[in-house]
């Protein structure tokens, strides 16, 4: 019997992957990868594995999740050695806790490295710390994916006055409605806000606003998915701390050009 690797390839930046992730890659049979790795991760593969695409566009799905779990289980059962590359962590957003249940319910033994998610490795690469001493005590980490309703009435009150840092992934197409129902709940309009697309990549871009212009900045920057969501008053911290030039495509990292 093979063994199932959930691996966090990280946020984009191939060098951000952990050693414990990078090892898995290379000693791999198989590998099911998504849209959002980066693709140097796959150089380190070793000569003959197989490499299947698994990736996700906004409704639309090139391999449904059902078969992906199938897949996984199929190629252990075969005795292989098999790696589940996920963009960010496993276990945030990313349907790891699924495919780690699929596996325990077969018999199949799995394990789980974590890798770095977008919504703390995204604004420190804009220059914003997710939370720091003077403007924010508290981070949550929201999915944009959502729904009108009584239960959802309460979550959004919930972040809207008792959360002080909200990174919301996947997010842009219900900007508008994040931005009403955060100022509905009480979240002053004027807070700081940001958007990140491709993070920690040589496509970064990032542009700031408040949270009643947030939206209005993006579309006229012209920013889509995949983009980190950052509201809170750590936004204000940019000026002060951005590192991670962006210009024109080519980065400068600590002065060095990439």
């Not at 699924?98 to 919504?119: D, L, N, Q, W």
């Amino acid at each position: 019997m093979g063994k199932i690797w959930l691996v966090g390839a990280g946020p984009g930046d191939p060098d951000l992957i952990t050693v414990k992730g990078l090892n898995a890659i290379k000693q791999a049979d198989v590998i099911l990868y998504d849209r959002l790795i980066s693709m140097e991760l796959l150089d380190h593969a070793k000569t003959g594995t197989e490499l299947i695409f698994c990736g996700k566009l906004p409704d639309r799905h090139f391999v449904q999740q059902e078969n992906i779990n199938e897949l996984l289980v199929k190629h252990a059962k075969e005795g292989k050695q098999v790696v589940r590359l996920k963009g960010g962590d496993p276990y945030v957003f990313g349907r790891g806790g699924e495919e780690a249940a699929f596996a325990a319910h077969h018999g199949i033994a799995f394990e789980v490295i974590p890798g770095i998610t977008s919504g703390i490795a995204a604004p420190a690469y804009a220059g914003i710390p997710v939370t720091h001493r003077d403007h924010g005590a508290s981070f949550a980490i929201v999915t944009g994916h959502r729904k009108t309703g009584a239960d959802e009435e309460m979550k959004w009150a919930s972040l809207a006055k008792g959360i002080d840092t909200i990174a919301i992934y996947m997010g842009v197409k219900n900007l508008p409605y994040i931005q009403e129902q955060l100022i509905k709940h009480g979240k002053p309009p004027e807070t700081p806000a940001a958007l990140i697309h491709w993070g920690t990549t040589a496509k970064q871009q990032t542009v700031t606003g408040t949270l009643v212009n947030i939206y209005e900045v993006a579309q006229k920057e012209g920013i889509t998915n995949p983009s980190m969501i950052i509201v809170g008053e750590v936004v204000k911290m940019r000026d002060q701390l951005q590192w991670f030039e962006e210009k024109d495509g080519a980065l400068t990292r600590g002065g060095s050009e990439q």
